[in-house]
């Protein structure tokens, strides 16, 4: 859902008279209520007290989707979806992939201010020096067919992560949570690499702290000979600014998925795994990757109008197109449509990146998309990078998974300490059968 925010002078009641409450007639029973309105927002908690009868239940809101449902209040990031919007902290998503760092937008996102150079560098030290993982985890990978895709590695080695480190069990304890947060960032590129070494039946390398975060990253993917790897600058940072692009989005359905798991007070890396199983499906993180398979499928750019009729008789999507927040251009596709270009200079043009262009000018005049207000999201063309810095596709979601995690530990963070969060626990409308007497199997017909 989009983040909300009250209008200083929302409402049409004069100054004065204005009131912040909703009134509300049920004609059922011709009551009238009056219901505080907070932020925009009213809670649906205080439509229990509307009532048929005195020992109804009493109202509900059903939402199925959550798609105006608030479910917390958050100081993390800010999207305005008509206009485009996206800001982590108050700072806005174009300022910080010009100036930031991933390591330094992971504090600012997790910590809520801009570090100090002292801080950078300590959070620098902690994150690089928390890279290694236990080496029985290699014998889990062992474990693994040779073509086991990386996001189910991933997910089950991160769950592993959490019988290690009983301590972080410890969820009130600040200090335990400052732990496997340094735990969690530094260990997720080592897990990603790792999975990708396997299936590839090359021998693991392990993190070089010598490197930055973007940069260690490369080398426990690629190296090979090298006594020291040596990351291209500009593949380093066009990786380090895309982690910087992936890092929150408040409350998509991988995080709605962190808060919920986190609710039930689990550890960390049980909830991280939770959280990267949502992001994993082809609606979510997963998308990245079924843009390319869809651009590879459309084949060459003479077969995007073919495609786009198939899309709009509502046999195929366009993948990497449309969101839920968003009814504007992704802020974030600008930026990576600008990055692939950078990657493409040092590591030839990816062809599919025609194919894109085509469907994105098409889409973008065509009644079907306008009227939807379907724009490219940050997957369309995420995928046309990676490619072309040679990942494979099954790798797409595992690059969004590990810089979202500081988006996943905020957001875990944030709803422990939130006085009114509780266990997750929706209400539903149930339609089933009243109760019924249990029928003998000899006598069911
Ligand atoms: N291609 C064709 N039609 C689409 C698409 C698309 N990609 N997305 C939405 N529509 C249509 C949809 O069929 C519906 O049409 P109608 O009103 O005639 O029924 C209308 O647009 C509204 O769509 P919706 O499914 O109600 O919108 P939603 O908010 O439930 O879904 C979405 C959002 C992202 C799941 C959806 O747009 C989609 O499936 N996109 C393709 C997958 C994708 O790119 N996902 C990545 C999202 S960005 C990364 C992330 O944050 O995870």
Redesign the pocket.
Known sequence: MSSSKAGPAAGSAAAGTRRDTLSITDNRTGRQYEIPVKNDTIRTNDLRQIKVQESDFGMMGYDP?Y?NTASCTSKITFIDGDKGILRYRGYSIEELAEKSTYPETAYLILYGELPTRAQLKDWNYHITHHTFIHESIKKFLDGFHYDAHPMGMLISTVAALSTFYPDAKDIFNPESRRKQTYRLIGKMPTLAAFSYRHSLGMPFVYPDNDLSYAGNFLNMLFRTTELQYRPNPTLERALDILFILHAD?EQ???STAMRGVGSSHVDPYSATAAATAA?YG????G??E??LRMLMEIGSVNNVPAYVKR??T?E??????????YKNY?PRARIVKHIAYEVFDVMGRNPLIDIALECERIALEDD??VT?R?YP????YTGLIYQAMGFPVTMFPVL?AIPRTSGWIAQWEEMLLDQEQKIARPRQVYLGYDLRSYIPAEHRG
Do not use: I
Not at 282 to 285: C, E, K
Not at 316 to 325: E, Q
Not at 377 to 380: G, L, Q
């Open positions: 989707a798609t989005h998509n359905c991988s992001l082809p609606l979510h993180g998308a990245n079924q843009v899309v709009k509502g195929k999507l366009l993948m990497g197109f449309g969101h839920r927040v992704d079907y998309f939807r379907l999201n940050v997957d369309f969004f």
